[in-house]
């Protein structure tokens, strides 16, 4: 095992490249991968927590995997305080749950919370439509609509799902920024690693990217109209959609097989 490195050797290197982290397969297993933290300004614990979130949210480590501490340890190369505090921090997030006396895993959402959260989305999100419309500039419209693009490119080239979710969150990013509120966006980014889980789960079933498309474009056109109501039940219709979509492969998943 490598030995852990403190913070203040951090500041003179180039950050590590973690493209490599890939999933490999041993004994016909799974096996999870992570690259070691760059060595950069950055504290250290926010590296390892950029790292590992960005793993779990690309399915690099999938739902229910256990998260060994002394694995983490080796491959972020960091020291084992690092590793818990890294691991308390994605707990806060939703992203990992940790199980008395057996150690952490990826989170799994169940159907019920699943249901919540969807729920949540379509207020916080129809408000920040909303808010977009009373308080964008013309500047920010066109960049959502410049967002929409990317996105429907994304989804008509056919990528990899992951592909798909960057360019979504993309449009997201440009919707916020036009919102121009610091609260909704807080709340927003505390729920969206969760939000981003229960993305991969709906755009994984065929058909699914391209009809967000058409409901975003929907959420656009009522936008660049500045017609607050419409925007608003666009963004509703849109997130009830998922909803359906992603609550419905969340129970096919969680039965039991026989």
């Given amino acids: 095992m490598s030995t852990p490195r403190k913070p203040a050797k951090t500041t003179s290197r180039t950050p590590a490249k973690t493209t490599s982290r890939t999933p490999a397969k041993a004994n016909g297993a799974a096996q999870w991968s992570v690259g070691p933290v760059g060595r950069v300004a950055a504290p250290l614990r926010e ?83 909303q808010r ?40 997201y990013e440009a919707l916020l920024a036009g919102a121009a509120s610091p609260p909704l966006t807080e709340m927003l980014t505390i729920l969206q690693s969760r939000i981003r889980l229960l993305r991969s789960t709906s755009l994984s079933v065929p058909g699914r990217a391209l009809d967000s498309v058409h409901e975003l474009t929907a959420i656009v056109d009522a936008i660049e109209a500045g017609d607050v109501e419409r925007a608003g039940q666009a963004c509703a219709a849109h997130v009830r959609a998922a909803a359906k979509t992603g609550v419905g492969r969340l129970s096919e998943m969680s039965e039991p097989v026989h």
């Fill in 47 to 129: 590296q390892a927590v950029s790292v590992l979130r960005q793993a779990i949210l690309d399915f690099e480590i999938r739902p229910g995997q256990r998260l060994i501490e002394r694995k983490l340890v080796e491959e972020l190369d960091v020291s084992r305080a690092t590793v818990r505090e890294v691991l308390a921090r994605l707990a806060s997030e939703g992203l990992v749950t940790v199980i008395p006396q057996r150690g952490a895993i990826v989170s799994v959402l169940s159907v019920a919370e699943a249901v919540d959260i969807y729920e949540m989305r379509v207020a916080l999100e129809v408000l920040a439509v």
């Fill in 132 to 171: 977009f419309v009373e308080r964008a500039t013309p500047q920010r419209v066109r960049e959502l609509r410049k967002a929409l693009t990317g996105y429907e490119k994304a989804v008509r080239s056919r990528g990899d799902t992951n592909k798909r979710l960057r360019a979504k969150d993309a449009f």
